[in-house]
């Protein structure tokens, strides 16, 4: 922020309002001491049982002041005012209070003391400056009026009273233009220190609205929220207008206020639950706290989902050692029941047996080749392709798999292109489908939907079989981990480690309500360019 030595001039603008309302006050106090006048110079008129003419006169002065008055309060009103207008304020009030004196008792006129009003009008208006110009017209108004009085009547005011109405009028306005003066710089520096002070609020606020992180206030002995940033209400799926919660609802019992401490809570938010990382620290006031907090969910997905792809490279290595040591024998047991099965008797135990040999070792080179798959995946070979093609092409192949027998499947197809790996697109959608065949029986409901661009899903499938159990959903992705009992746990695996291989992510949702929803989730630069 600038310093006070290096301010800029006062803006234009701002010098006008402080004159309009400068004007708009002096006028208001002229109009409250012209009828205020008027009834106490009536009353005196009164009494003093004057001339229909001198009466006329002195109503047709106060009618022309407040007519003055009131073209004044017009110009000011409608923005067409200046200095010139109060300058005019000035003339017309000391031409006023002339008028006054000399229609009120003459040379012994009470009414001396609006001279000294007209001063004081003079310097609120323009300042010093003011006060001066209008003394040394009243100064010309009395002189004149006392050398008319002498000349033109018997009797004449003394001059020692005319000399001291003279110092009493540049008096006050020596002391009026002083305190106006100091007035005008005193609200000059109070105008730059709310510039100043305008400044910082709009800097703070800024501040404030650029943090990333949630600021909260919050009373600590009500937990309400007395503010939260728009970071905060972002986090929380907070609308900008909604009323401010208790933070207990949102951050169950807050912890402690110690600085340098950091604490993880699972918060219920309109955006369900979310992970977030909390810190608290002591305000100005004992009872009010400041919650610093921040969203850790997709943090926190990440590091699972790099633990799960290490898990998956260490299972990798293992499988593929495995692998090349169990492919070679198991190619020779199973060699040798075919020639077993070729010699033995139709209907005997040897051929039964044989078969049961050739069955369950056609079913471990399975299970190998699904080890080698893990243990090294090929890298895709990406290209355009109509994902909505690869869907409908999956689903009508899976039609006639048993497990689909019975299903109601919906298929809802938006057009889209995406740079993927057809067959293993094909593979991630097999698995997926077959599972939500399983889950759903013969007389569920299934659906595969395509989202339209730029969507970051790229496709979902959806079952009507209910909840996973909240137990088994965080697993569910991990090798060998199987809901069904035949399974072998690396159906889901696979097709997570091919979103991988592609930079996307599969993800799942589940209640009893709901279903259960697998999506396929792009990165949000692929969801954009697809």
Do not use: C
């Not at 989902?305 to 070679?328: C, F, P």
């Not at 020779?332 to 010699?343: E, I, V, Y």
């Not at 008797?345 to 078969?355: D, H, I, N």
């Not at 069955?359 to 798959?373: A, I, K, N, P």
């Amino acid at each position: 922020m600038p310093s006070s030595s290096a301010r800029a001039p006062s803006a234009p603008g701002r010098d006008k309002n402080d004159l309009e309302r400068r004007l708009t006050a002096v006028i208001l106090f002229r109009t409250v001491a012209t009828t205020s006048i008027l009834a106490l110079a009536a009353t005196q008129l009164a009494e003093r049982r004057l001339e229909e003419g001198e009466g006329f006169a002195w109503f047709a002065v106060v009618f022309i002041d407040y007519v003055l008055t009131l073209v004044s309060g017009v110009l000011v009103r409608r923005q067409r005012h200046g200095t010139w207008t109060a300058w005019l304020q000035v003339v017309t009030s000391v031409a006023f209070a002339s008028a006054i004196v000399v229609l009120t008792e003459r040379g012994n006129s009470p009414f001396w003391f609006t001279y000294l009003l007209s001063i004081i009008g003079g310097a609120v208006v323009l300042g010093a400056r003011g006060a001066l110009g209008a003394s040394g017209l009243t100064t010309l108004s009395s002189l004149g009026f006392a050398l008319w009085v002498r000349l033109a009547h018997d009797g004449s005011r003394p001059w020692g009273d005319v000399t001291t109405q003279l110092l009493a009028q540049w008096l006050v306005a020596g002391l009026s233009g002083y305190v106006a003066q100091q007035l005008i710089r005193t609200r000059g520096r109070l105008f730059e220190s709310e510039a100043d002070l305008a400044r910082a609020r709009d800097l703070r606020d800024r501040i404030v609205s650029a943090i990333a992180s949630g600021l909260a206030v919050v009373e600590r002995s009500t937990g309400r929220v007395q503010f939260l940033n728009p970071a905060g209400a972002a986090i929380l799926g907070l609308e900008p207008a909604a009323p401010l919660p208790v933070a207990t609802a949102l951050f169950g019992d807050l912890p402690p206020v110690t600085s340098g401490r950091r604490w993880e809570v699972v918060a219920n938010t309109q955006r369900g639950e979310r992970i977030l990382g909390i810190s608290t620290s002591m305000l100005d006031s004992p009872e009010v706290m400041l919650v610093v907090f921040q969203d850790l969910t997709e943090l926190r997905r990440r590091e699972t989902e790099m633990a799960r792809l290490d898990q998956l490279a260490q299972l990798g290595r293992v499988s593929a050692t495995l692998a090349h040591e169990v492919r070679n024998p198991l190619a020779s047991m199973r060699g040798s029941a075919q020639m077993l099965l070729a010699d033995a008797v139709p209907g005997s135990s040897q051929e039964k047996l044989s078969r049961i040999i050739v069955r369950e070792s056609d079913r471990l080179g399975q299970l190998v080749d699904h080890y080698l798959e893990l243990a090294r995946p090929k890298p895709p070979q990406r290209r355009r392709a109509r994902i909505d093609t690869l869907v409908a092409e999956t689903v009508e192949l899976l039609r006639a798999d048993p497990v689909a027998r019975g299903a109601t499947v919906d298929e809802q197809l938006t057009s889209r292109e995406a740079e993927v790996d057809e067959g293993q697109i094909k593979q991630v959608l097999i698995n997926l489908l077959r599972n939500a065949f399983r889950a759903a029986g013969a007389k569920g409901r299934v659906r595969v939907s395509v989202e339209p661009a730029p969507s970051p899903v790229l496709f979902s499938v959806w079952d009507s079989a209910g909840a996973i159990a909240p137990e088994a959903l965080p697993h569910i992705f991990e090798p060998f981990y199987s809901l069904e009992p035949d399974g072998t746990g690396l159906g889901l695996t696979t097709a997570q480690s091919i979103a991988h291989a592609h930079g996307a992510v599969i993800e799942v949702s589940s209640s009893a309500e709901a279903g259960t929803t697998f999506r396929y989730r792009l990165a949000r630069g692929d969801a954009l360019n697809v």
